[in-house]
């Protein structure tokens, strides 16, 4: 059996809380129908403010409350972009790839860095959630199982966002990625692209270019989806929180965030906490709240 191809959005709501004209709103052959199949989870907690990739993160990696775990007395506190010292404690116990290598199991990070971004983290570490969770378990950057995968998927990293790959050819990168979770139990692919694409919005709306790299990363998701559909992966899409649906703003938003698959059981998750958990599940993990993992250390 294939191993799961986990799709980590970063800032991308739900298409049923996006305005009319959103990203959405585009051919998404792949992408959109398994969107619509699948569930809409809240990302406030119950907490006020605009949730944060650093809180978010950590409660799909781990299936616990991060949220909670911040702030003053119990209130809580959305917190990013990277986790702070409470999350790097969380992670580094309880994050899904650290409970996988103590169970013997193997997984991986997609994600391809390049020696800037390296020589950068050895000076001054400020990882996001996804490369600190699998450094801290044990496990590589750029492992060489795994054909390495740009976030941008395709699209040049700086305005005006040039392609530099077709669809096609995004497409024939995520059935390599199909191939290689032959050889694994889980891959991972953190897809912060389309965060940096959101916080480019405005009021009066986005400038051309940026409407077009944004419609276009959307469209290179579906790309890869379908690559990786087409080489028989099992697959999972979950967001942090909202930001690129909504274009007319560029802070983040409390719109709902999917919770989508392919050959894969969603259960009833109703929030990012319990979509963690449920997916630590289908790895016969516990949740971390039931002794399965340790909790985080206190604060010293």
């Given at each position: ?131 600190f969770s699998f450094t801290a378990a044990g496990l590589p950057l750029n492992p060489p199982a795994v054909p390495p995968l740009g976030a941008t998927l395709g699209l040049g990293y700086r ?142």
């Open positions: 059996m294939s191993g799961l191809v986990w799709l980590a959005l970063d800032g991308v709501g739900h298409p049923s809380d996006a305005p009319p004209g959103s990203v959405w709103e585009e051919e998404l052959p792949a992408l959109r129908p398994l969107i619509d199949a699948g569930v809409a989870l809240d990302t406030t907690l119950g907490v006020p403010g605009l949730p944060q990739s650093g809180t978010g993160q950590s409660c799909w990696l781990t299936g616990v409350d991060a949220v909670r775990l911040m702030g003053k007395n119990g209130m809580g506190e959305h917190f990013g972009p990277h986790p702070g010292p409470t999350l790097q404690r969380l992670l580094r116990q309880s994050s899904l790839p650290a409970r996988l290598e103590a169970a013997g199991l193997r997984a991986a990070l997609a994600n391809h860095y390049v020696p800037q971004y390296l020589e950068a983290q050895a000076r001054r570490p400020r990882m996001g959630c996804f490369p305005e005006p966002w040039t392609p530099v790959q077709t669809l096609s050819e995004v497409a024939g990168v995520g059935r390599t990625l199909a191939k290689a979770a032959r050889e694994h139990d889980l891959i991972v692919a953190d897809l912060w692209f389309g965060d940096l694409l959101g916080h480019l919005g405005r009021e009066a709306g986005p400038s051309p270019d940026v409407r077009t790299a944004a419609f276009g990363y959307l469209a290179r998701v579906d790309a890869l989806l379908s690559g990786l559909l087409d080489g028989g992966a099992r697959v999972v899409i979950g967001s942090d929180h909202g930001n690129l649906e909504d274009l007319n703003t560029k802070s983040h938003t409390v719109a709902r965030v999917p919770f989508a698959g392919a050959g894969v059981d969603l259960g009833a998750a109703r929030n990012v906490v319990e979509a963690g958990q449920i997916i630590a599940g289908w790895f016969g993990l516990g949740s971390v709240e039931n002794g399965q993992s340790r909790p985080p250390l206190p604060l010293t």
